[in-house]
């Protein structure tokens, strides 16, 4: 069974940042293109960053406009989320997942991630005012 662990969200204030890890088990990462997500209790799932199996790939949500980048260390099975300049919008909780195959630039933007495969348990992030 595949696993997702997402760890490293927190509170920070707003300008501060955050580096969010997420740790696969139970399959061959690099089956895999990742992607990281958020959720709030207000809004839909969205999409925030994914990239491709060999990581050299990424696509990004609109918003994030330079201030996160998506990263993986596949001798690691590990994807990351550095999040810069945090603002306190992107209060949510994160998710990462995984999907089966992979993807390249556009190809990796799924609005709600209904084509995802596996699902980590997520992580909250807060950024104070």
């Known amino acids: 069974q595949v696993q997702l662990v997402e760890s490293g969200g927190g509170l920070v204030q707003a300008g501060g940042s955050l580096s969010l890890s997420c740790v696969v088990s139970?399959?061959?990462?690099?089956?895999?293109?990742m992607g990281w997500f958020r959720q709030t209790s207000e809004k839909e799932r969205e999409f925030v960053a994914a990239l491709s199996v060999s990581g050299g790939s990424t696509y990004y949500a609109d918003f994030i406009k330079g201030r996160f980048t998506i990263s993986r260390d596949n001798a690691k099975n590990t994807v990351y989320l550095q999040m810069n300049s945090l603002k306190p919008e992107d209060t949510a909780k994160y998710y990462c997942?995984?999907?089966?195959?992979?993807?390249?630039?556009?190809?990796?933007?799924?609005?709600?991630?209904?084509?995802?495969?596996?699902w980590g348990q997520g992580t909250q992030v807060t950024v104070s005012s």
């Open positions: 139970g399959g061959t990462f690099t089956d895999y293109a």
């Open positions: 997942a995984a999907l089966n195959g992979n993807c390249s630039g556009y190809g990796c933007y799924d609005e709600d991630g209904d084509e995802y495969d596996y």
